[in-house]
């Protein structure tokens, strides 16, 4: 079995795992982060879970409308959600290290092309992430918040797996791609212990 | 060629005369079915304009132009209502079950009218699996967007958050339904079982409520 179907899988079980964990929590402490989070993972495992689909059924990869993608960009788009509200108090506060970084951030995503070859969507995915990395880059350098640190990661890994999978030629074998992803599900998935760990306070 | 226009009228014109005789709720509700059943005609076009544009077939439509323009069209009435109105958190999940509903029958009238009545088992399992699909979308459209419309910051990334998900949820019940065999009957499996699962969480909320 390609190693590929192997690593998607593994994201759609983990993903919808952590939805659940994210819904329940929620449910449990009548916290609106927390149902956030697993729009976040939901809509991640969803996405996902078409493209891995639509491989094995079709063998080959969307190629009109970009389903998928839609789907990661609403993941994205519920974690801005999150940043959003976990950083109300540093809003609009202006740090030209953070917005420099930022600034080479949302470069390298319209460079690369991240997020598919449609310049309106690699555009709004820059401007997404942009926002978060900003946000959550100021959070941690404002108080040292390890969620902000992970929220950081998670736009870090996905750039680079986007960037190492253009140099990748095959998926059947483990590789530095493989790796990367395995990093940016762990760094995900870590976002739920370091809410409930702030949230739990 | 099937005149899904002429359908819709005849289909249409039944609940147009009831909204004469209906006040306040009821006319409302009205309204969203008759509107649900528009959008879906309207989708028809959109995805047959979109089918011409990419030079795509019938397997890569369903798949993949379909789920886009049905989960637009059938949240733009909404979200012109929400903007509009500023409704209620209940009314607001209501409309947008209800709006799914007119959609999933008038998609289900042209599904007939198109391969027949004849196979009364398949009709029974595609009225269910399209009917829970739709409504799935509907609910979650529903509920996520009274909860992002509380807060005005959150409205847009919300909806585009919530319409993305719905595309997707979408796109898997089709990609599954046009792969045949064993696939398709996940496919039809998909939204029931999660359907049913709302189903219970909403019962297990209400009795923690109580």
Redesign the interface.
């Known amino acids: 079995m390609s190693f590929e179907i192997i690593d998607n899988g593994i994201q759609i079980g983990l993903f919808l795992l952590f939805a659940l964990f994210s819904l329940i929590q929620g449910?449990h402490m009548q916290n609106?982060r927390f149902?956030i989070l697993a729009?976040t993972y939901?809509?991640f495992s969803?996405?996902t879970?078409?493209y891995l689909?639509?491989l094995v059924?079709?063998g080959k990869v969307?190629?009109?409308?970009y389903?998928?993608e839609?789907?990661w960009?609403?993941?994205y788009?519920?974690l801005?959600?999150l940043c959003?509200?976990e950083t109300r108090r540093y809003r609009g506060k202006l740090d030209v290290l953070v917005l420099g970084l930022t600034i080479v951030e949302a470069a390298m995503v319209i460079g690369w092309k991240i997020l598919g070859p449609s310049y309106p969507f690699t555009v709004t995915f820059a401007l997404v992430t942009a926002c978060i990395f900003y946000y959550a880059l100021l959070g941690y350098r404002m108080e040292k918040r390890m969620l902000m640190v992970a929220m950081v990661l998670v736009i870090v890994w996905q750039l680079l797996l986007y960037i190492v999978s253009v140099f990748t030629t095959g998926y059947t074998h483990f590789n530095l791609y493989f790796a990367v992803d395995f990093l940016l599900m762990a760094t995900m998935c870590s976002l739920f212990f370091w809410l409930k760990k702030e949230e739990c306070k | 060629m099937s005149c899904l226009e002429n359908i819709l009228v005849c289909i249409g014109v039944p609940f147009l005369l009831a909204l004469l005789f209906v006040k306040g709720k009821q006319r409302e509700y009205i309204s969203f079915i008759l509107c649900g059943m528009v959008m879906c005609l309207l989708a028809s076009y959109v995805t047959s304009f979109f089918m011409a544009v990419y030079g795509a077939n019938t397997l890569v439509t369903a798949v993949e132009i379909t789920p886009v323009c049905e989960e637009v069209l059938k949240f733009l009435p909404f979200l012109l209502w929400l903007f509009i109105f500023e409704p209620e958190e209940e009314d607001i999940v209501m409309a947008a079950i209800l709006i799914a509903v007119g959609f999933a029958t008038f998609e289900n009238i042209c599904y007939l009218t198109e391969n027949g009545a004849a196979n009364f088992n398949f009709l029974f399992l595609r009225g269910i699996a399209a009917g829970a699909m739709h409504l799935c979308g509907g609910i979650a459209s529903g509920l996520g967007l009274a909860f992002v419309f509380q807060r005005s910051w959150l409205r847009l990334i919300g909806i585009a958050g919530i319409m993305g998900f719905c595309v997707v949820f979408h796109g898997i019940y089709n990609l599954l339904v046009t792969a045949g065999g064993s696939w398709q009957r996940c496919g039809y499996l998909f939204p029931i079982l999660c359907i049913t699962v709302i189903f219970f969480a909403r019962q297990l909320m209400k009795k923690h409520t109580i």
């Open positions: 449910l609106r149902l729009g939901a809509s969803m996405g879970l078409y689909l639509y059924i079709m969307p190629q009109v409308f389903v998928s839609m789907a960009m609403a993941s788009l519920f801005l959600a959003l509200m």
